[in-house]
Structures are given as structure tokens and as C-alpha cells.
């Protein structure tokens, strides 16, 4: 069974920087999609960053060259390093594992940046 748990999440000023883990249990395929979401207050949950088979990543535009995902199938961990974080960027961060047509979640976890 595939379980994700999210960690790393915490508060940070404006500008400063974070980086989330995301635990994956019974591994990582090569052939999964990885990813990265964000769900605001009072807002749906939006992808802010994807990892496919071959590390071809994508970002939503409001994060590109302050984000960045990686995968490291060995340990079955994601990453999210966050860097000049803005208030705009608080929200509860969400991973998610996509194999063979069955979406998995994490429990979540926030970020809040104070301005």
C-alpha cells in the first residue's frame, strides 16, 4: 500500500527558505509522477511542481526559480526546496504520487511565511 507523509512545513519571514520532504512508503517506480500542490485558505488546491520518469520537472509560473523538485528513488523521498519564499506562498503543501491511473496524497503540510 502507498502511503505519503509530508514534513519540513513550518513559519519563516518573507524571503527565507524551506525545504519539504515527502516519504514515500513501498517506493518509488521509475514510471511514477511525482508532485507537489498547494491549496491556500479559502482556495482549491493548485500543482506548484511536478517530476516525471527522466527528472523532467514543471512549475507552476508563480514559483518558477524559486522552487525546485527532486526525487531520490533510493531513499523513496520528494523534495520541495523552497528558496525567497512570499506570503503568497502560504498554504498547505500537499504530495502526491500518480501510478497507473491511481492518484495518492499526503496528509499535508503548511507553510506559512509571514510578510
Known amino acids: 500500500q502507498v502511503q505519503l507523509v509530508e514534513s519540513g512545513g513550518g513559519l519563516v519571514q518573507a524571503g527565507g527558505s524551506l525545504r519539504l520532504s515527502c516519504a514515500v512508503s513501498g517506493g518509488i517506480l521509475n514510471s511514477d509522477q511525482m508532485g507537489w500542490y498547494r491549496q491556500a485558505p479559502g482556495k482549491q488546491r493548485d500543482v506548484v511542481a511536478t517530476i516525471i520518469r527522466g527528472g523532467s520537472t514543471n512549475y507552476a509560473d508563480s514559483v518558477k526559480g524559486r522552487f525546485a523538485i527532486s526525487r531520490d528513488n533510493a531513499k523513496n523521498t520528494v523534495y520541495l526546496q523552497m528558496i525567497s519564499l512570499e506570503a503568497e506562498d502560504t498554504g498547505v503543501y500537499y504530495c502526491?504520487?500518480?501510478?497507473?491511473?491511481?492518484?495518492?496524497w499526503g496528509q499535508g503540510t503548511q507553510v506559512t511565511v509571514s510578510s
Open positions: 502526491n504520487l500518480a501510478r497507473w491511473g491511481v492518484s495518492y
